[in-house]
């Protein structure tokens, strides 16, 4: 049971699951209800408690059948990059491990589609199928393939928070103006938290590209270190840096022009100067240990700024 928990990454799938509901309770629910005392079976909320998580367990299934096949095929890779991490062959059969991936892909799907028909959206279905298939792709042969890899998982990581904002839109409803006032609010918090989590993603895989190039160089890997060169890797991520530092530095100058100086400071001290941190370790670092360090500070980073979603619960 340990062994499959660790071929799953409970962690990375706890953290799905904190930033969903953050995203749903302290966003769309006090969006969606106008500020006024929640009502967890508000008719106005297509998205109820019930279909949401539904969502989650949707979401969580397919990352986890996509950690599963992504181990199956890099058994080979993983064997020089972590040897001690390797869960498959060593506790869990290949056989296993590939019907592991089938059944949670498939209920995944499943559920994902029932969703679909329930709410007439036919988004989500479609959309969380095409995850099971990229997930395939990219453990196959996309993963090897310059920065393609890299963006699609990052592309999946902000699908983790643009899933519940299409779970929630209906078209049909924008000429209720109540409504459409509520969902564009929606909209601006979902551009920024899945473009935050689209480029610090990008960064987390652009360092870990870097840190296992021995066994990716091995095994006929294209990723940008092998194929750039790792000072030339290092620039491209200090360019998504200084990117991502400006547009926090934005949308912090906004909240403090809104008056939420509890928020400002946190996100100074919890995401700006880790972030500052991470720019000057990137420099100096030089062994595999360096950038697994910074992915374990890109990990914090990842979790502090999905948990701001709090001060929205009162700023909303």
Not at 67 to 75: Q, S, V
Not at 171 to 200: G, L, M, N, Q, W
Not at 269 to 292: M, R, V
């Amino acid at each position: 049971m340990i062994a499959f928990f660790r071929l799953i990454r409970w962690p990375n799938l706890f953290f799905i699951i904190v930033t969903q509901v953050l995203f749903y309770l302290c966003l769309l629910l006090p969006a969606m209800t106008d500020g006024n005392e929640l009502n967890w079976y508000d008719p106005g909320l297509k998205l109820d408690p019930f279909y949401f998580i539904l969502l989650v367990i949707s979401s969580v299934f397919i990352a986890a059948a996509g950690y599963i096949i992504n181990d199956y095929f890099d058994l080979n890779i993983d064997q020089v990059n972590k040897p001690d991490s390797i869960v498959i062959q060593k506790h869990i059969s290949r056989r296993w491990a590939i019907a592991w991936h089938g059944i949670l892909s498939t209920v995944g799907v499943v559920i994902a589609f029932y969703l679909s028909w329930k709410f007439r959206n036919p988004v989500i279905g479609i959309a969380n199928f095409g995850c099971v298939l990229l997930l395939w792709l990219y453990s196959t042969s996309l993963k090897k393939k310059l920065l393609v890899g890299n963006i699609l998982i990052s592309l999946l990581t902000a699908w983790v928070i643009l899933v519940i904002y299409f779970a929630e839109l209906s078209i049909s409803r924008f000429d209720e103006a109540p409504y459409r006032d509520s969902i564009k609010a929606i909209f601006k918090f979902t551009v920024i938290y899945s473009s935050f989590a689209f480029i610090i993603s990008l960064i987390r895989e652009l360092v870990k590209d870097i840190e296992d190039r021995e066994g990716d160089a091995r095994y006929g890997c294209k990723t940008m270190p092998i194929v750039w060169g790792v000072p030339a890797t290092k620039y491209f991520i200090m360019v998504w840096l200084f990117i991502l530092g400006a547009a926090l530095l934005i949308v912090l100058l906004y909240g403090l022009l809104k008056g939420w100086w509890l928020g400002a400071v946190y996100c100074i001290a919890f995401i700006i100067i880790p972030l500052i941190k991470l720019f000057t370790g990137l420099q100096k670092a030089e062994s595999k240990e360096d950038y697994h360090q910074l992915s374990g500070l890109i990990k914090g980073i990842m979790l502090a700024g999905i948990l701001t979603m709090l001060f929205f619960k009162w700023y909303l």
